[in-house]
């Protein structure tokens, strides 16, 4: 099952497979393109992963799998977290601390952006 995500067009399953504790950490990259193409042919075309999920493989994972499966990019959706990737600091207040924390994530997950990591890494360039 799938509806239109508002007025974009752009189609979206009711379920998304996530790669959370899986890809690129507990099972290896066969078994992910095996889950992955299961899921594709049971209606699913939104996919969930993160650069914390096992620091990046999860997304690396998924984009060789994308890629063996020779999927059109506009037939799937994916989605990845931009919040971890910050240096926690540890000599500081704990709500400073947390203030510090949360602008060095946030600052660190837009140059994951504006330099195309995330693009790259999960193979969408």
Same mark, same amino acid.
């Given at each position: 099952?799938?509806?239109?995500?508002?007025? =974009?067009?752009?189609?979206?399953? $009711? *379920?998304? *497979?996530?790669?959370?504790?899986?890809?690129?950490?507990?099972?290896?990259?066969?078994?992910?393109?095996? #889950?992955?193409?299961? $899921?594709?042919?049971?209606?699913?075309?939104?996919?969930?992963? %993160?650069?914390?999920? %096992?620091?990046?493989? #999860?997304?690396?994972?998924?984009?060789? $799998?994308?890629?063996?499966?020779?999927?059109?990019?506009?037939?799937?959706? @994916?989605? =990845?977290?931009?919040?971890?990737?910050?240096? &926690?600091?540890?000599?500081?207040?704990?709500?400073? %601390?947390?203030?510090?924390?949360?602008?060095?994530? #946030?600052?660190?997950?837009? &140059?994951?952006?504006?330099?195309?990591?995330?693009? &790259? &890494? @999960?193979? *969408?360039?």
């Amino acid at each position: 099952m799938s509806s239109f995500l508002g007025n =974009t067009g752009l189609r979206v399953s $009711a *379920l998304s *497979l996530g790669g959370w504790v899986t890809y690129g950490g507990q099972v290896g990259e066969e078994l992910a393109l095996k #889950c992955m193409e299961e $899921a594709w042919k049971n209606g699913i075309n939104f996919f969930d992963s %993160a650069e914390v999920y %096992a620091d990046g493989k #999860c997304e690396i994972a998924m984009g060789k $799998a994308i890629k063996k499966l020779g999927w059109k990019r506009e037939d799937f959706v @994916i989605s =990845t977290k931009l919040f971890w990737g910050g240096v &926690r600091p540890v000599s500081v207040s704990f709500f400073f %601390a947390s203030f510090l924390f949360f602008c060095s994530c #946030c600052s660190f997950s837009f &140059r994951r952006l504006v330099d195309g990591s995330v693009i &790259r &890494r @999960i193979r *969408l360039d």
